[in-house]
């Protein structure tokens, strides 16, 4: 039978020597091994895996939590700038200027609001939700992204409401400019990967020196763990799954490539349309279409990965069939 348990970090006496025992890089060991550092220790304790190692993970039971995120994120990045831009330019006697300076400073309230409640969740003494093996100012490597993404998006914003007519076609490229960014780093880090050139800087859970991961591996663990409250727990989880499994591992490096393949898509096809199209259409297809094409690639995304994961169960139980019958 398959059992997990969790352990608070073992400190080491006086004297025992930190010496003595080789670095981990922060990577989970099993149980038969030495307790890493951690905040929170999980230990597999069956070496025969006769299972995947499960990721304790649903998003079933938060169905009603991811609801209303998303639905806060709709109002207020898709019906907000766009109600505030035909609302004003329409329908009041305001400047051009003035129009786009209400409008764009109104913009992400709720995505500033989770920033700095994840952000607490990391810094604060004791996270239970830290990347495993990093000191709490690292942060995460998805935190990271998202600060160089709202710094990228206010300077568009600023050098677009700056002039006393705004280019509204630069106010449409916020969220096109931030996907084709998304993925262009899927792209790179999968293709460093793939020819063997170790992790330039820490990649959440990856430490500088070691292999790199697919591209997407980063931000489910950081997602799941922070924002999903998953904590470094599911962090551990999912590291000892893409160690042990291969089909899990192939699964990751296909969900890589099919979403920098669709994000560079489709910011480009929204590039086009915003510097071909109409005023108006610009500015709509860019506050719109990047949300679109994301939700539905979450729910191919979503189906993707259950077959996957039924798939990579069925081959793990005739794979040790196999070893059992005395297989090779």
Not at 204 to 215: D, E, N, W
């Amino acid at each position: 039978m398959l059992w997990f348990t969790k352990r608070r970090r073992k400190l080491p006496s006086p004297d025992e020597s930190p010496h003595n025992v080789a670095p981990t890089g922060g990577f989970l060991e099993n149980a038969s091994s030495r307790i890493v550092e951690a905040p929170t220790q999980v230990l597999y304790t069956d070496p025969n895996f006769a299972a995947p190692p499960p990721l304790n993970y649903s998003l079933r039971t938060r169905k009603l939590s991811l609801a209303i995120f998303w639905f806060l994120i709709f109002l207020d990045c898709i019906c907000m700038p766009l109600a505030l831009y035909f609302g004003l330019w329409y329908g009041t006697h305001l400047s051009h200027n003035a129009v786009f300076s209400i409008s764009t400073g109104a913009i992400g309230t709720v995505s500033v609001i989770e920033y700095f409640i994840r952000f607490r969740r990391l810094w604060k003494k004791g996270s239970t939700c830290r990347v495993i093996g990093a000191r709490r100012w690292y942060l995460d490597w998805f935190h990271w992204n998202l600060s160089l993404a709202w710094i990228a998006v206010m300077i568009e914003l600023i050098i677009g409401t700056i002039p006393r007519e705004p280019p509204i076609r630069l106010l449409a490229m916020p969220v096109p400019s931030m996907v084709f960014a998304f993925g262009l780093e899927l792209v790179l880090v999968d293709a460093l990967r793939l020819i063997g050139i170790p992790s330039p800087v820490r990649i959440s859970s990856v430490p500088r020196g070691a292999p790199l991961r697919p591209g997407v591996y980063s931000f489910i663990e950081d997602i799941c763990a922070v924002d999903g409250s998953g904590g470094t727990e599911f962090r551990q989880r999912l590291n000892l799954r893409y160690m042990a499994s291969k089909p899990f591992r192939i699964m990751l490096h296909q969900l890589t490539l099919f979403w920098a393949a669709g994000a560079l898509a489709i910011a480009t096809a929204s590039t086009a349309m915003i510097f071909t199209l109409s005023r108006n259409a610009a500015y709509v297809i860019g506050w719109t279409v990047p949300f679109g094409w994301a939700a539905v690639w979450t729910l191919i995304t979503t189906k993707w990965v259950q077959r996957c994961l039924e798939i990579e169960n069925r081959v793990w139980r005739e794979e040790k069939e196999h070893q059992s019958l005395g297989g090779v």
